[in-house]
């Protein structure tokens, strides 16, 4: 009972400070907004540590590569985006290898097909930019890979078994292709505060559903 009233605590902790995040970035208070930022993460971390029995390092390992690329993404030095990129690739690679038991025989023909749209999505937001992704265009060319494999499987586990872990994953796999595609539009093509807005709620609640999905993907496997 202790461990889920912790859990609950965290759960609200994590969305409190989404919250504080969006609404003081609105206020354009940097330095507050610097904060809530920086500790999304480890709270996500904290909750997972917390609210998992199995602890996958995989996983642990993931988050702390997307803190990294995260804070690389916001310094202004030389080669910072391609560092960031770098990590971001890296991130989504370690989620490929959390749901690749997902692939079976049984379904692999239809995650094959279900890719490509997932695929095309992808480049079509890439070629928005092109021109301001210099030396890190291949870098995202592969990350595009890994983010489309990663929502075919999950649209694909969930029309076959629409039960709930399939149910979050799904959400979280779209959710990080609207992250990315406001992302970039945001950084390289317009900048707006509502498009913002919508990079950090579809951050905070695509990691949050990929928790969801990995805590019950480890109950099912008790």
Known sequence: M?????????IIL???NLFLYSFFSLLNKEEVTEIFWFI?????????FV?????????????????LAS????????????YATVFSMLFKLCLVLLVLDLVRKSN?????IAFIPFFVIYLYIIEFVVHELGDSYYIWIVNALLTSFIGSVAIINYVNEPKHRNYW????????IIQIGAFFINKFYIRNEGIYQMVI??????HYTFYKFMILKEMEME
């Open 2 to 10: 202790k461990i889920i009233g912790i859990t609950k605590l965290l």
């Open 71 to 82: 804070v690389f993404y916001r310094l202004e030095l030389p080669h910072a985006f391609i």
């Open 14 to 16: 994590y969305f409190i």
């Open 40 to 48: 999304r993460v480890p709270i996500l971390l904290l909750l997972y």
């Open 108 to 112: 692999y023909k239809a995650i094959c």
């Open 169 to 176: 994953l799904l959400i979280s796999s779209v959710l990080f």
């Open 201 to 206: 709620l579809a951050y905070g609640i695509s």
């Open 51 to 67: 609210s998992s029995e199995k602890r996958n390092i995989l996983y642990f390992g993931g988050l702390i590569l997307y803190q």
